[in-house]
């Protein structure tokens, strides 16, 4: 898929152009599937990202979450500005133990100053595994 195809604006596409996802999204597996300031969709492989006991680690759900948060913030503060995290919370619901997870991210309030989103993670069969929420704040660049 290439960036065209998963961009929903041009100010996401010229995101992706410049910056991509990021090393540890790219370390960890992390494909972005779709990408706008209110919605976007990510996968992220089970394997190579799981805990001692064999599940998919709560800090891996967490940085798929925040990828997709900050990502999609910044695409809403582009190209006047940038996102930073000033806040993020996981609730596991469920663990997963292979295949891929995916996580779809949407908008809850894409403020002037603040951005907040609220990502859930899904195993293959649509079991909620985990809820992120995450709130950016909107720098001038």
């Known amino acids: ?3 065209e195809d998963v961009a929903k604006s041009e100010h996401a596409l010229e995101i992706l152009r ?3 996802v990021g090393d540890l999204a790219t370390k960890m597996g992390i494909e972005l599937i779709e990408l706008s300031a209110e919605r976007a969709v990510a996968t992220m492989p089970v394997e190579g990202n799981t805990q001692p006991l064999g599940v998919l680690h709560g800090g891996a759900h967490v940085v798929l979450g925040e990828s997709l948060g900050s990502i999609a913030a910044n695409v809403h503060a582009h190209p006047w500005g940038y996102a930073v995290g000033i806040e993020i ?4 619901h469920l663990s997963a133990t292979e295949g ?3 996580a ?3 908008a809850l309030k894409l403020g002037r100053s603040l951005t907040s989103h609220e990502i859930k993670v899904h195993d293959k069969n649509g079991a909620l595994l985990s809820t992120v929420r995450i709130t950016n ?3 001038a660049k």
Do not use: E, K, S
């Open 1 to 3: 898929m290439t960036n």
């Open 89 to 92: 919370n996981a609730t596991h």
């Open 137 to 139: 704040f909107l720098r």
């Open 100 to 102: 891929i997870v995916t």
């Open 18 to 20: 410049t910056r991509g």
């Open 104 to 106: 779809t991210c949407r």
